[in-house]
């Protein structure tokens, strides 16, 4: 059980320097520790550390020290410090740290603030469908805010840690969902109370995470340290740190992971070393063989046994690092983007090694993939994040069928079991303001939506029954805008601090065809 703390004090501590021309990291230890941690892995402010800053979008690092940044604890320094002495600390912050840190199971322990005004309802305290209710990531402002999926009027908008990353991940009922920042934060929030239950640091440094299918237990990919925490969905009190390293013993960041229902596990790609993990969340998992390894002695070669029950762990060795992917809907394949960005790879599961190379130069975005039927067959398609355009395969023979020339490099794709159309955003140049609505029988864009020219326009959710879906205008004064599926009208447009991601409980926890997993 993790601590019952009832809410976390922020703390503002502004000093002025006693020395003349002190060094960045005294400025440091003077202006900012107090809030972002002597280590500058956080506090309550967050970790000031290249790993995360440089994954920031928006004001460049001296500009939020010199001016704030708005909506936050984050004060202005700029009648307090010369612009030289800005610009050292910018460079100070984004200089990695000497050695690894280290986040133990006590210290993920220790972080943890389960919140008293928590009060679990019976039911819902709203008359909207629990089951079709949206969440809106606004990474403008850090908050998340819980639409009416059939209205969508907004029934709750709540802070979040800093920068969320990632998909939140639903309990299989749909009532609690875990929502990650990238400072490694999770946070637990029970749907029908709107409010927030507990949050722990469960890594310093993170990716994303996964819930098990019997929704017991979240695992949470680490960059920093090298670990997969896992947690109990309950509590989110620590079930088991693995430390994440080949067989060898060379540690390696998660890449990410995600949950395998059909098979009751979580499968992760490893960035730094040539290996899958899959991890059993079935306490009775059978031992299965991690792949095989040649035996000199007796000249063959061998099956080598892993651990059974729960957690019970596979190691899948492959030819090269996997960086983020996608399951073909059995689940017994892995489509993956090699790490070098310059292919596709396909994992066989069941057999433990892989089993097909895809042409998929240009950075494929394969976490973003997506798959369905055309013409009786099975097709996937993703994205490019250096490429205009995208890329269909066939699932059966892992053949390219085509690509969809875009008008820029995208992001993200979406569709519904319900709709004919794909939507592929364009991200990134010129054309972000474009979101292409293509027909997956003919892979023909049928138009292309501009609802905010010069604005990004990027990330697209359906409602449960695949009648609207909601595009994102991805700016500080963006908005969420909702289309008719069918017509491709827009029906309502909803101002939000730059929203991001957007998820719709019944379609992630059905695993609904043409939304990410
Ligand atoms: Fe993401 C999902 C990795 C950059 C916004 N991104 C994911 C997931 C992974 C991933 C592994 C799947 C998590 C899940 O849903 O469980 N993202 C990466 C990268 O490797 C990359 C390219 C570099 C990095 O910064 O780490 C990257 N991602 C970004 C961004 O720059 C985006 C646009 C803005 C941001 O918030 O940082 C971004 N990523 C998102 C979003 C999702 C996501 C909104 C969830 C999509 C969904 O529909 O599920």
Known sequence: MIPRIASISLLLTVSTIAVAEPSAKTVYEQKCAACHGADRLGGTGPALIPETLKRMRGPAVSQVISNGRAATQMPAFADQLSADEVAALADYVKTPLERQPKWSKENIMASGVLHDGYQ??????????????????????????????????????????????GGPKFTPDGRFVFIMSR???????????????????????????????????????????????IL?????????????????????????????????????????????????????????????????????????????????????????????????PSYRNLIGTARDGSKGVVVNLTVGRQIAELPLPGMPHLGSGISWMRNGRRVMATPHLKEPKLSIIGVDDWSLIGTIKTEGPGFFLRSHENSDYVWADVFF?????????????????????RPAPGKTVAHVEFDRNGRYALVSVWEDDGAVIVFDAKTLEEVRRLPMRKPSGKYNVWNKITFSEGTSH
Request: proline letters at 7%; glycine letters at 6%; a negative charge.
């Open 183 to 229: 400072d490694g934060w999770v946070q637990k929030y029970d749907l029908w109370a709107l409010q927030e239950v507990a949050r722990i640091r469960a890594g310093l440094n993170s990716r994303n995470i996964a819930i098990s299918k019997d929704g017991l237990w979240l695992a949470v990919a680490n960059y920093l340290p090298n670990t997969l925490t």
């Open 232 to 328: 109990s969905t309950g509590d989110l009190s620590v079930a088991r740190v693995f430390d994440v390293a080949d067989k060898a013993g060379t540690p390696s960041r998660v890449s990410a992971v995600y949950q395998a229902p059909t098979r009751d596990s979580f499968v992760l790609a490893l960035k730094d070393v040539a290996e899958i993990w899959e991890i059993a969340t079935d306490p009775n998992a059978q031992p299965v063989y991690e792949g095989y390894v040649h035996s000199h002695e007796a000249g063959m070669v061998e099956a080598v046994p892993s651990s059974s029950g729960l957690f019970a762990r596979r190691r899948i060795v492959v030819p090269e690092p996997i960086d983020d992917f996608f399951f073909d």
């Open 120 to 165: 679990p309802p019976d039911k819902p305290v709203f008359n909207a469908d629990a089951m079709n209710i949206f969440l809106v990531v606004e990474t403008g402002d850090h908050h998340v805010s819980v639409l009416d999926g059939d209205t969508f009027e907004r029934l709750d908008r709540f802070p979040t840690p800093f920068a969320v990353h």
């Open 429 to 449: 140049g010129p054309h972000k303001d474009a979101m292409h609505v293509i027909d997956k029988q003919t892979l023909e864009i049928v138009k292309t939506l």
